[in-house]
């Protein structure tokens, strides 16, 4: 289910939304918040500095969660 057919799991503002990063560089997943992450970037933009993470996922704390653990088998199997 989704925030679409469940809308208990919708984010219904920025406050509540949060992101799971992914950094190919360091083989490694970091989750923050939207806003968080939206600060980091615009220090980086004004630095014109090189940001490694990407985002892969929004959602709930718990959902980013969640979806960590699924890609973290993937990760591990890359780190070898």
Request: proline share 4%; net charge positive; charged share 25%.
């Amino acid at each position: 289910m989704n925030s679409l057919t469940n809308p208990e799991r919708a984010i219904t503002s920025l406050e509540n939304c949060h992101v799971l990063l992914w950094s190919q560089s360091q083989c490694a997943m970091h989750i923050e918040p939207v806003s968080s992450m939206l600060t980091h970037n615009r220090r980086a933009y004004v630095e014109d500095r090189r940001m490694d993470y990407v985002p892969i996922a929004f959602g709930t704390r718990d959902l980013c969660g969640a979806l960590a653990e699924k890609v973290r088998q993937t990760l591990n199997k890359r780190r070898g």
